[in-house]
């Protein structure tokens, strides 16, 4: 076990026993206050510490980095250090934060200069993101979908438990948590029309998903086993691929997803490091029929993380639509990885690879509104008695995802969006 | 007329009639030569202009840019400074090369310092690609592979002549011509096996194509009119976008083509500026049925650009095996940007949106393998007698492309790509 993971560490701040930001967890992300430059940071309780003062203060001389990388307004430069810079400048962040360590707690000038209330901060974008594909592997969602979309009589496509299916998504229009989304517009077309209307979606749905960003360059031509995988993966991000489910149906054929999903995905601000989920791996179910040699691999590559979405009927309370949890898709990232890579395909610092729907066998568990509503005819009848189909204008959505073991909670906080009009 | 397109300009510098490099061209590209830092040039005849040089020497100073721009291994920044500036720019390069001005031409050491013999350079990729889309717009193309791949009965979906079908493709494995391309492996699935297999393509293919570069960031909720698209179109390249049929056929069902193009993609080292290709502007077809409003435009917006694919099956020399034409393409660039845009989806500086395979009516006028040999079923005899269905190992694809009209030849130079054995 990493030591920093230890579940009897304890930190000099107070932080409560249902924090998602507990020492523990340390997960990166990209902030500023008021009009400084926005700048790398790692949540801690209901704080941020600000690495890019901690490396001012040469609290990070020992580790041979240059520490303008954390004066940035993205993550990429420091990711781009690789494997053994992350868990050096992780270990070395909670070697600071321990109760036991003076060098922030008793000095109150520093401590002042270097903790953010969360409250206080605006979030950014963490990753500028170089490639983004989006994969498919929840076994439960992808059978409905295709029931939904495309044959009513056999969901899974043929090639479906040989490869993990995926597509390149859209990555410019990745925005963080709190950036509202505009209602898209698109061609649709109705069945008793001969021609196709191009209007604002009435099918707006979410997809709740969980993806990785890579923290490596690799050389066209080479290939990423599933053991040599996470080495490349720097941390994980709650995602939401949005999608327009009447833009998708019409466009879709022959050439997969396009203007129904690049309107917008949005991710989490916080990046919580694949180091700081090793203690929540479990084992997958058995994959049959088994896979090909270059999808094999060892060990517990699942990850036991729960997930919530609410959905806030502006100005109601959230209600709980849906949970989940990651340990059930089908293909693990390790797996994804080797796919990608397969070919030759080279990977980049700051590429996403993202889940896909990811839905449970029952239906309150499943990951869009699309198998929630099982396509509009089965509406979800809110708690204040609202009903739902698809999105309305006003709605906020919000996704919350987290691992516990140990009476340790390790979570990725709020992903929150609130849907406005089309322009 | 922009009149660095004047037919009856010449420059001091002796250039060949045949030369797709006359002073009326001007195209941007990223060279080095030995080991000195890769920077900005232009083609001129044989030579390349080396405009970081020139931005040193203060010949820039009048058009108060950052001269610094040139000084950089891919043209985003100089892209970004927006369509008066790359105008202005092409027209003081256009100035300075004419034979009536002694700027260059009356200074010796000038002229030997910023003056490089094409063959003695080292060609760059021209742009770090941020997003790629691949469209379907060739009519031809598109029917020819829907009977081929998809419904033997009806090669168009119900969509295509509503909206340029198009998907996302991967960008960080698109290389610059000269760069070899191992052959991909993948999953194929054998019509008498129950399992795929992993292995080397069978059925390696390109795709002739051009694309566009987009010069602009625009904001996440706005979109591009068919009127306002050409201002954020900077300029155009020679596309090739591999692919392997049998790994597409297999992994494509049901989010559309993935690995079967994501192990490379290859562009010209030089892109031609819209306005260097204004002249060969040309009517299109009637688009039957009337487009949605959001796709009308008016005025001339084909171009008239022969296309040639010539295939070296090494050692021997070269055989044409394709000519077409981007004239006959259904959909039209300012289309394209309108309808990537039309939900909101923002577009970046550095962006690259394809055609897709041109293909003209003639069987001769195909622009892919599998149309040329009707997937495999006719084979292509070259003159020297050897048989091609697809491509082989050192086999070496050179993609051609040049507009001309009174005497004046605007062109591509080559794309020129060599097979290597799978790794």
């Known amino acids: 076990m990493l030591r920093a993971n230890d579940p009897n560490l304890h930190s000099w701040i ?21 009009d400084q ?9 209901d704080y941020i510490l600000d690495l890019c003062v901690l490396g001012q203060e040469g609290l990070f001389e020992l580790l041979d980095i240059d520490p ?11 990711i ?3 494997q053994p810079i ?12 321990r109760n036991d360590n003076s060098e922030i707690r008793d000095n109150d000038a520093l401590m002042h200069r270097c903790l953010v209330k969360q409250v206080d901060a605006h979030m950014h974008l963490p990753v500028k993101i170089s490639n983004y594909t989006d994969f498919h592997t929840s076994l439960e969602s992808a059978t409905n979908v295709g029931l939904l979309f495309r044959d009513p009589e056999n969901g899974l496509t043929p090639n479906w438990k040989h490869l993990p299916v995926g597509y390149h998504g859209r990555a410019s229009s990745i925005v963080v948590s709190g950036t509202p989304i505009h209602r898209p517009k698109g061609q649709i077309k109705f069945k008793n029309s001969p021609l196709p209307t191009f209007m604002p979606t009435q099918q707006l749905d979410f997809e709740l998903e969980i993806g990785f960003i890579t923290g490596t360059n690799t050389a066209l031509g080479t290939s990423i086993s599933t053991a040599e995988a996470e080495e490349h993966i720097f941390g994980l991000v709650l995602f939401n691929d949005w999608s327009a489910r009447d833009i998708q149906r019409w466009e879709q054929l022959p050439l997969g997803p396009f203007l129904g999903k690049s309107f917008a995905s949005s991710i989490s601000p916080w990046v919580v490091t694949l180091d700081a989920l090793d203690s929540f791996r479990v084992a997958g179910s058995l994959q049959t029929p088994a896979v090909l040699p270059y999808l094999e691999y060892t060990g517990n590559k699942h990850l036991d993380i729960n997930l919530k979405v609410y959905l806030q009927t502006s100005p109601e309370p959230s209600a709980l639509i849906s949970q989940t949890n990651t340990q059930y898709l089908y293909w693990t990232m390790n797996q994804l990885l080797a796919h990608q890579t397969s070919n030759g395909c080279n990977i980049e610092v700051g590429d996403l690879y993202a889940s896909g729907t990811i839905s449970g066998s029952e239906p309150d568990s499943y990951g869009s509104l699309l198998e929630l ?12 008695g609202t009903i739902r189909t698809y999105l309305e204008d006003g709605d906020t ?19 929150r969006t609130k849907i406005l009009p089309a322009i």
Not at 14 to 34: D, H, K, R
């Open 37 to 45: 430059d926005a700048r790398v940071g790692v949540a801690i309780g």
């Open 86 to 97: 992350w868990r050096a400048v992780r270990e070395r962040i909670s070697v600071l934060l």
């Open 68 to 78: 303008t990388v954390f004066n940035r307004s993205f993550l990429n430069d420091f």
């Open 373 to 384: 509503t099982w396509n509009g005819s089965k509406p979800i009848l809110l708690p204040n």
């Open 80 to 82: 781009a250090l690789g």
């Open 14 to 34: 107070q932080i409560s026993a249902t924090s998602e930001f507990p020492i523990q967890n340390l997960p990166f992300g990209i902030f500023s206050v008021g």
């Open 397 to 415: 959505l919000i996704f919350k995802g987290y691992a516990e073991h140990n009476s340790v909670r390790v979570g990725f906080g709020e992903l």
